[in-house]
Each structure stands twice: as C-alpha cells, then as structure tokens.
C-alpha cells in the first residue's frame, strides 16, 4: 500500500502527450508521489530506461518502500532537475525520447508537520526541498533587508501588499514560526480584501519565500534548457505548473527555443538567428478538465506545456 498521500496532477494528459512506447529512455524530472513514474513504468517495460529524479530524500526513500520492486529496475537519483546533463552523463545516457515535470511541492511535503511549507501548521520556517541545502526560511524571513522581503514577495509571489507585509515581518523580528508569520500577513492585508479572496491571505508570501529558499526559477530557466538539449529527435518535454510565475518561464523558454533564439529569454526582441530546437504543441497551455478539479482542487491551476524536439 503506498503511503504518499499526494494525488498526481493531469497524469493522463502529461502520459498521452509523451507518446511513450516499450524500451524508451525516460526522465521524470519530479518523483514526488510516483505517480507519473508508475505510469510511465508501465508503457516503458520491459526494456526501457527510467530516470527519476527529485530533490526531497524524503519522498525518495517512501518511494523506495513503497514500490521497492519498481525502485531496483529503475534509477532513482537525489539531485536538482537542473543538473540533468550531469546526472545523464554519470549514467551513461546521452539522449532521452521524453521528459515530464510536474513541478512544486506534492502534499506530502505540505502537509507534512516538520517541513514549514504549511501557514496551517506551527512549524520551524524551513520551506527547503532539499534537506542538505544551507538556505531556509528563517534566514529569508529573519535576515533579509526590509528591502529584498518586499523584492521577492511582490517577484515571486505577485502580491499586491508586499510593501505592507514585508514592513511587518520586519517589525516583528525575530519570527519563530509559521504560524506566527501567517498571523503578520494575515493582518497586513485589509479586511475588505481578505473577505474577497478565495485563497488563504499567506498562500502568495508563503510561495514567495519557498521559490527563494529554493532558487525555483533559476533552477527551472536551466533545467528547460538543458532538458531541450538533451532530448532526441522527435522527443517530448512535458511541463505542469502551477502559477504564472512559472508558467511564464517556461512559455518564454519553449517559445525561445522554438524561435532558435538564444538571447536571454528576458529580452522581448530576438537578436540572433538560430536554428529552432523545438516545436511547441500546446499552441495554448491544457489545463485539467472540470472532474479533475472537481476530484482535486490542487490541480486547479495546473497548466501543461509540451514542445517535441527537431
Ligand atoms: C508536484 S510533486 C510531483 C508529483 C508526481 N508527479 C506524482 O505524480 O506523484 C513535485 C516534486 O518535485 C520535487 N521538486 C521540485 N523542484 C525540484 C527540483 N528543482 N529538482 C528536483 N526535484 C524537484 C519536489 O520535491 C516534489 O517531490
């Protein structure tokens, strides 16, 4: 029985889109639950190569048990989906025929009481992915200038109060925990606001600090690129986001690549003149259909992107 209490996100979409066949060389990008790398498993074997990656040791070794079979017939590696060149190359694999990422956080790591990703819970403000990584939400919260809390809350977390709220946890240092954070942001937002929203008043801040904690974008920006470089011809790279931060990233950068642009994706003109890499096939981005939402509101926002290789 697995104990992963995540449930997959547009899992048949992101499977269909692959186009996965018997033997192919796989790389899930994010195990979180398993429950891409189980369907994957399945339309691969025998024959077939899977690697599955994720940065959480945690949902790794609850894989690992759960599924101990399935574990020993593929690779499992520890590691940032940014260094998929490196991680191919110590497994002697050059090219791969898909890649999927669904990215974020599953529930496990939310729901979980010691992880400080949950503003419902009073925890120690941790919010990495990465155990082993030095950079947590205490230091975020409690180290930042005034001026770079505002910076990131207002970049990452696209809220309209970051002035107010970065002010407040400034007044408040030191912040111990996240309820205690929860409760600052909570009461920097007017209530005339707060009774209109229809997601908690800390979801954005608290997303903000994680995608800080965890450098999310910079390691997203390099893995769709060096994901894109070491795909096969026909190849498929599926991406799932979950807000329009990321969602962004990775339509500049398909669309960049589709263009054969390498100017900084940043740049709203093209300069160069390359070779296009891909071709996008999700003219507009898939998002779940109404029962999906229905059955799992965290899919809700979901947004599939999917390019094929040249
Ligand atoms: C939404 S979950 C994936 C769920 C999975 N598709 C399933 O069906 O069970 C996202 C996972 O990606 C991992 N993750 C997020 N960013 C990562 C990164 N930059 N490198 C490696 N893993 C990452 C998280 O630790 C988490 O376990």
Redesign the pocket.
Known sequence: MAS?K?V?VM?NEVIEMSKLKKGMTVVD????????TLEIYKRIMPGGTLIA????IT?IKQFEKDYSEIAKNIQIVHS???HIRKILKDLNIERVNAIVA?????SD?IYKTDRGFSFMNEDRLDMR?NQFNKLTANFVVNDYSQEELTRIIKEFGDEKFATVIAKNIYKHRPVQNTKFLASIIVDSIPDRVKRKQKIHPATKTFQAIRMEVNK?LD?LKIFLTEGINVLQKSGHFSVVSFHSGEDRVVKNIFRANARGCICDVDMPICVCNNRPKVRIVTKKPIKPKEKEIRNNSCSRSARLRVVEKL
């Open positions: 992963t995540h997959s899992c990008a994010t195990l979180g639950g398993g429950g891409y990656i994720d940065a959480d949902a940032n989906y940014s669904d990215l974020g956080l599953s790591q992915m999310e390691h």
